[in-house]
């Protein structure tokens, strides 16, 4: 088997569907744990496409998974993976239908501060997990003539629906925090222990901060396909940034 171009998780079928509805070529679906895989074509690039399940524990098993299999199958290491999907927005500049390019990562439900550890650091991990910088760079040359807003910047991942009341707790505690899904920061988590290259890549469906009680909107299937878009149209930089980086 030759190893994945590199991998997109997404953690609902939702956010499955705009990737298989441009796939060259879709293969059987496997069942791995919660997680399912399928083998993908996009772009003309061979793509393992993995439906995880929410939230943070099912994020990091099919992550855990994804990395395993193309090693034992293909005898080396995915050269990147992709968190792809749907998030609310945190950010006073991020509005609904958005895209947030995620330069790093952090768990706002890990609290060890008693033991010496930052708010948000899991106990012996880095207080932050970064995106591969060159791949953030690739994605975003990419999108500068599309429509629509792109950020870049912190995406804070949580176990708890995000209400203003507590967007208001994580902007303050958290500055710079652009949005908030339930994966992100696991599978960054996962990717920095086995040494890949990770980024997210997130529509905003709806508002979590103070704009929420004027520019509420679920648009789940909207986001999904936002955040697909932005990945596909950069496929060929991000297969070439990461191909590059796995050869040097």
Known sequence: MTTPALAILVAMDDEL???LARAENVGPARKVGNAVHRNVVLGGHPVVLVRT??????????????????????GQ????VISAGSAGGLGAEVRVGDVVV??????????ARAFGYKLGQVPGMPANYLAAEHVAEAILTSQK?????????LIVSSYSFVTPARAEVITRDFQGALA????SSAIAQTCHVYG???????????LCGPAAHDDFRDQVDDAATQSASVVISAIDALVGVAGARAQA
Do not use: K, W
Not at 77 to 80: A, D, N, Q, T, V
Not at 102 to 111: K, L, M, P, Q, R
Not at 145 to 153: I, K, Y
Not at 180 to 183: G, I, K, L, R, V
């Open 17 to 19: 569907e705009p990737f």
């Open 53 to 74: 399940g929410i939230g943070l524990v099912n994020a990091a098993g099919a992550a855990t998974t994804a990395i395993l299999h193309a090693q034992r199958e293909g």
């Open 77 to 80: 290491s995915l050269p990147l």
């Open 102 to 111: 995620g330069t790093d990562y952090i768990n706002v439900d890990a609290d």
């Open 145 to 153: 003539l599309r429509a629509g807003a792109v950020h870049q910047g």
């Open 180 to 183: 908030t899904d339930m994966e």
């Open 196 to 206: 890949v290259p990770f980024i997210s890549v997130r529509g905003i469906s709806d």
